[in-house]
């Protein structure tokens, strides 16, 4: 028990230091986005409503992954996304944050399309960027985004914002901002071709 509360409080701690550079650097809104991290059968998130700069243990609520649980009611809105995710991709850990340029671009793109990166680091490293569509925290949302991120690195939900996962918080946060760099790039390449 000693050994899980360690892991636990090391994982609290990984998610208020990826939480904190997101906001830091404009890749979301300090109450929006959530961050997760398997542990086992079992995953920590963020509460509902939780400034991602001011996450602490109280912030982070462990739930079940197979199975629904009593504590996804005071549990990101997105838990069944994550849950989702987990369930169809190997992700450990999962960031989504609500990074302006791909949300731009995802609206440019439409849902059921790819964002192609001009970037040769995006084109690289991402490959083409699904457009995924789906309420927030539905399990339409829940299906589309488990099955584009069994292909790719990261996604984008239409007029919502970018799903990252990775072996670690520190991968899928890398992740995060390629995604939101190469947008950003592919918006300001394209604005400055329309002005030629």
Same mark, same amino acid.
């Given at each position: ?17 990826? *939480? ?10 300090? /109450?929006? *986005? /959530? ?24 912030? +982070? ?50 849902? *059921? ?14 490959? /083409?960027?699904?457009? +995924? *569509? ?63």
């Amino acid at each position: 028990m000693a050994f899980f509360l360690y892991i636990s409080h090391k994982m609290w701690q990984e998610m208020a230091k990826y *939480g904190r550079k997101l906001v830091e650097h404009g890749l979301v809104e300090s /109450n929006f *986005g /959530n961050i997760s991290v398997r542990a086992g059968d079992k995953m920590l998130i963020t509460r509902s409503g939780t400034a991602l700069d001011e996450i602490t243990d109280d912030n +982070v609520v462990e739930v079940e992954i197979q199975d629904t649980s009593s504590l996804d009611i005071i549990a990101s809105s997105e838990t069944v996304v994550h849950r989702e995710i987990y369930r169809q991709t190997s992700a450990l850990a999962i960031i989504h944050a609500h990074c302006p340029y791909a949300v731009v671009e995802s609206l440019l793109a439409g849902t *059921g399309e790819v964002i192609v990166p001009v970037d040769s680091e995006g084109q690289y490293f991402l490959g /083409n960027i699904p457009v +995924v *569509g789906g309420g927030i925290g539905s399990p339409e949302l829940a299906e589309n985004l488990a099955d584009a991120l069994s292909k790719h690195k990261g996604a984008v939900v239409y007029s919502h914002g970018t799903f990252a996962p990775g072996r670690t918080l520190g991968e899928a946060y890398i992740v995060t901002t390629q995604l939101e760099h190469s947008c950003r790039v592919k918006y300001l390449y394209e604005l400055a071709a329309i002005k030629k």
